[in-house]
């Protein structure tokens, strides 16, 4: 076998290998939905990702001979550490051939990397924060990935828990099926009694998002994201331009109606923020490098608009300003998303992804007839 070595990404050509190896990894999968190109350019540019305004990239290629063999990314994310006073680095972009040396070799580059930088331990994978695609499938291959959520080959789990990695935190994704609730009647009994409940004791309005004022609604939103998740295992607070580039990225593929807003005398106190499932059209427009990206913008348009290929939701996101958790607020959003998801046709939801030790949240999952279906792990290792 040709000698192996790891290098780092210093040219836009090594970045552009970089970013289009996955197509050569996941040739022959038939889950795989390969992401746009021009976004995962945008996503590891400095100039246009402010996340390298707090942070710190280093991409590495695996080698050999003149062969790309794997990728891997490490990187500091330093809102991360102020915010938990902590000392962690973190890798990402992890991606190889049936190759476990070439697999090791980039585990330890990006382990050495963040010993260099100071760092006592090391986290991933993520790109670049719990706020993007974060965690390793450990089970539930049989299946495409929702909208934002990662996927990886079933070699991956045991490449980095041979390098020395152990669990972190294991997040959930769990599943229900909206026409099985249209043909009982509608959302689940539970969940009926408590919005009913909340009718009558509180003066709680649930509308949906307001397009003409978009700006206005991210920046209340902002607020509720950032206090209600604070507590949460791994959050990152997220700053203005993360929030407005996030804002950008998801107006075009918002479906207004399941973007839920809770008010309470006129003041936002939550939000549920739902996503149509993109990913099923993506993967039937199939971007490929050397494919002109305006070509597969025209057959994504065709499959999502219509042959209306999107029959998934995935509840993205949820806040709750803390004052108001446990008084049934998330409880009338819930029933507002599912109310509109069930008129428009809408036939399964995801709710991803949920931590496993957020016991309230889980709950609520199950309530609303979920069952857990896929986990996806953050790993974590002493350097």
């Excluded at 836009?12 to 390969?34: I, S």
């Excluded at 307001?210 to 206090?227: G, L, S, T, W």
Aim: positive net charge; hydrophobic residues 40%; aromatic residues 12%.
């Amino acid at each position: 076998m040709r000698q192996l070595r790891i290098t780092p990404v210093h040219t836009e050509n090594e970045r552009m290998a970089f970013l289009t190896f996955p197509w050569k990894v996941y040739r022959h999968d038939r889950y795989w939905v390969p992401p746009l190109l021009s976004e995962r350019k945008a996503f590891t540019d400095p100039t246009k990702n402010p996340f390298y305004q707090h942070g710190r990239v280093q991409l590495l290629l695996a080698w050999r001979g003149d062969e790309i063999v794997g990728t891997i990314a490490a990187f500091t994310n330093d809102l991360y550490n102020q915010f938990h006073e902590s000392n962690v680095g973190w890798f990402g972009f992890f991606e190889v051939l049936e190759d476990p040396e070439a697999a090791r070799a980039l585990l330890d580059a990006a382990v050495d990397w963040a010993r260099r930088a100071g760092h006592g331990s090391i986290l991933g994978p993520a790109q670049f924060s719990t706020n993007d695609e974060i965690g390793m499938l450990v089970d539930g291959f049989d299946d495409a990935p929702r909208i934002l959520m990662t996927y990886n080959p079933r070699s991956y789990p045991g490449y980095v828990e041979a390098a020395g990695f152990h669990k972190a935190m294991d997040l959930l994704a769990y599943t229900a099926s909206i026409d099985d609730m249209y043909t009982k009647g509608g959302p689940p009994p539970k969940l009926l009694r408590v919005v009913e409940m909340m009718k009558k004791r509180r003066h709680v309005t649930v509308r949906s998002v307001d397009m003409k004022h978009f700006d206005r609604e991210v920046a209340q939103v902002k607020v509720i994201y950032n206090r209600s998740w604070a507590r949460n295992w791994g959050f990152v607070p997220m700053t203005d331009a993360e929030i407005d580039r996030l804002g950008e990225q998801l107006k075009p593929i918002i479906d207004p109606d399941l973007v839920a807003v809770a008010e309470v005398d006129g003041q936002i106190v939550g939000f549920g923020l739902t996503l149509p499932d993109l990913n099923a059209p993506l993967h039937k427009a199939y971007p490929r490098p050397g494919v002109p990206e305006w070509f597969t913008f025209l057959k994504l348009l065709w499959h999502w608009k219509v042959r209306r290929q999107a029959k998934w939701i995935r509840g993205f996101a949820l806040g709750v300003l803390p004052e108001y958790r446990g008084t049934g607020v998330d409880a009338m959003m819930y029933f507002h998303t599912l109310e509109c998801a069930m008129r428009k046709g809408y036939r399964s939801v995801e709710m991803s992804w949920l931590l496993e030790s957020n016991e309230m949240v889980l709950r609520s999952a199950e309530m609303l007839g979920g069952r857990r279906y896929k986990t996806y792990r953050v790993y974590e290792k002493p350097v």
